[in-house]
């Protein structure tokens, strides 16, 4: 399986993204009203300009969360794709983007509200394993033999694992949005009628749709950072990983100041610090931040000796300053990192895969 990923340090986020920049959207993966549409809501004149860079930035912060996707290792059996459905969940809400940007609203619709469940049952089977001595259960769901309750159920158990605090109730908006995900399925009203909105019944741009599908798709974003934040509340607190631990940091349980700072962009400063009184006294997070603490100080000569001398760091020449050097390592790091979680959250057990691999009556290729 061909991984690609990416990781950008970012030094400062008071600038424009774009779902183009975020994705790493090619002009070939739309059609041409995509196009025009992306190029239009770039012009900060555009009524929909300031709508775009809000949700583009609160879904760069749903991918930094890949820095936290670490491995609970059970007593026994096997351990890998825990992490797969928020890895999924994040393919997912990249072709609801494409598909928004390029007209095809019900489309977009239908597959944000599965990202939108993928990210819910990740939380739920995360908080769940924590409890378990092996991963049986979840790898039997995943193979289908398993069953999990209705979506309600799953998201009322969530929240009643993560409402200790007083901000869990960010987290109930996400039903509501749900429903409004599910109504066109089962009720279409005339009201969200995309033809109504368009004003025709002619697959054209319109600004009137475009604007209800940033609203609905915003709104859902929010809420997935919330349900992110809530799970993972270490999340807010920036942890000094490359002074730390050089280029050698534990996986996926620490954000740098680059995860936090979009982070912070993304919901609002005080939001964070919303976020930080009420977890200060978290248990978990303080056990994190202390051990974390207590480690000496690398200098910066320390740090480059935790590099792999045999790993080729490209444009290392252009660097002009060993806080360049360095972040560039970081960077590079990360992004191998990432590759290596999703690599892991897509292998399967055995058993799940052995359907698909047995001979056809076409031959042996499947």
């Keep these: 399986m061909e991984i690609e990923t990416d990781a950008v340090y970012f030094k400062q986020t008071n600038y424009y993204r774009g779902f183009d920049h975020v994705w ?16 239009a809501l770039r012009n900060p004149t555009n009524a929909l300009h300031e709508g775009t860079d809000t949700t583009s930035w609160l879904q760069q912060a749903i991918l930094e969360f890949q820095d936290l996707q670490h491995i609970n290792f ?96 960010h987290a109930k908006g996400i039903y509501p949005l749900y429903q409004c995900l599910c109504c066109y399925a089962h009720k279409p009203l005339l009201a969200e009628s995309i033809s109504r909105l368009r004003g025709t019944n002619k697959a054209i741009a319109s600004e009137a749709a475009l604007a209800y599908w940033i609203k609905i798709i915003g709104e859902v ?70 051990w974390v603490n207590e480690r000496p100080d690398l200098t910066n000569e320390e740090i480059l000796k935790t590099w792999d001398r045999n790993k080729d760091v490209p444009n290392d020449a252009h660097c002009r300053t060993e806080e360049e050097r360095l972040l560039l390592r970081l960077s590079i790091m990360k992004a191998d990192l990432r590759a290596m979680n999703w690599m892991f959250a897509y292998q399967a057990p055995f058993g799940i895969l052995q359907e698909f691999d047995k001979p056809t009556a076409f031959g042996d290729d499947v």
């Excluded at 509340?233 to 280029?247: L, Q």
Aim: glycine share 8%; net charge negative; aromatic share 12%.
């Design 24 to 39: 790493g959207i090619a002009t070939a993966e739309l059609n041409g009203q995509g196009a025009s549409s992306l190029e």
């Design 74 to 169: 059970p007593d026994a059996g096997h351990f890998g794709s825990t992490n797969y459905l928020y890895y999924e969940a994040i393919n997912t809400l990249r072709e609801s983007v494409l598909a928004g940007l390029s007209g095809l609203y019900h489309s977009s619709f239908s597959v944000l509200r599965s990202s939108l469940e993928m990210f819910v049952f990740h939380s739920w089977w995360q908080l769940r394993l924590e409890r378990e001595s092996t991963h049986e259960k979840y790898f039997a769901w995943l193979d289908g033999r398993g069953h999990a309750p209705p979506f309600r159920n799953v998201l009322e158990e969530v929240i009643a694992r993560i409402d200790g605090t007083s901000i869990g109730g």
């Design 221 to 290: 974003s929010l809420a997935v950072v919330h349900l992110l934040v809530l799970c993972n509340p270490v999340c807010v607190f920036v942890a000094p990983v490359i002074t730390k631990f050089g280029f050698n940091p534990p996986v996926g349980w620490l954000f740098d100041e680059s995860n936090v700072r979009v982070l912070e962009r993304a919901i609002g400063k005080r939001m964070i610090e919303t976020f930080r009184f009420a977890f200060q006294a978290n248990e978990n997070v303080k056990a994190l931040r202390e």
